[in-house]
């Protein structure tokens, strides 16, 4: 059973369009985050929700729009999008929040043209 | 604010060599301390964490680390290493309390050779 699930694995697409990444967990956590890899495979968080509730937002342009309709999923639209956020992007999750272990999904790996 | 810096990006060494992956993390507030291994096209996995109590924490495939306060350290271990933990290695720290985030060091790549 895969613990953090993303999909899709890839998406290739250009400049200009929206795109979403969805993300579900069946480890029971309560807390889930995104986080960006960029090329030189730098991770950054992105957001962080807990039981449906937004509880970190770094500085990240407000194209990329998190949703979490129950707390076993958590979805990443992006808008517009742009050259620069070609990454992978990761989904995670974790029980209460930071002290635990984070369980990380395999990545989405978004390429803009 | 809380800061991690490795200090190599990447490691070369032998099959059965020892290794060690150095990580400094700068930090106001009490800390947890995470290593986390991504082998090639996948996601993150933990590798070990250091919550509190013993300074040394141990990983189940032979890897450890020390916490070492006064030094800000987080130094990750092993004593003979195999071709399968050619990986890039991602220290981490958090905060202790509260809901917090993991903030990342820039990676190590271990490359293991015959």
């Known amino acids: 059973d895969t613990a953090v699930s993303q999909t899709p694995k890839y998406l290739v697409t250009q400049m200009g369009n929206d795109k979403s990444i969805k993300c579900e967990q069946n480890l029971g956590h309560d807390t889930m985050y995104w986080y960006k890899q960029d090329s030189k495979k730098f991770l950054k968080i992105m957001f962080s929700?807990?039981?449906?509730?937004?509880?970190i937002n770094e500085t990240v342009p407000n194209r990329f729009s998190p949703k979490s309709p129950d707390k076993a999923h958590l979805n990443l639209h992006i808008n517009s999008l742009e050259l620069g956020d070609s990454a992978v992007y990761f989904c995670?999750?974790?029980?209460?929040?930071?002290?635990?272990?984070?369980?990380f999904g395999p990545g989405t790996r978004l390429t803009v043209t | 604010a809380q800061s991690v810096t490795q200090l190599d990006s990447q490691v070369p060494v032998f099959e059965e060599a020892p290794v060690e992956l150095r990580c400094n993390y700068s930090?106001?507030?009490?800390?947890?301390l995470f290593w986390y291994v991504q082998y090639p096209n996948q996601g993150l996995q933990l590798l070990l964490k250091?919550?509190?109590?013993?300074?040394l924490v141990e990983s189940i495939n032979g890897f450890e680390a020390e916490f070492n306060k006064s030094q800000t350290s987080f130094h990750l271990r092993k004593p003979s290493v195999h071709i399968s933990d050619t990986a890039e290695y991602f220290c981490a720290v958090s905060s202790s309390g509260g809901y917090n985030k993991l903030i990342f060091g820039a990676g190590t790549r271990l490359a293991v050779h015959p």
């Open positions: 995670a999750s974790s029980q209460d929040g930071g002290a635990y272990e984070q369980y």
């Open positions: 929700y807990n039981n449906k509730e937004l509880i």
């Open positions: 250091y919550l509190s109590g013993s300074t």
């Open positions: 930090s106001s507030v009490s800390v947890y």
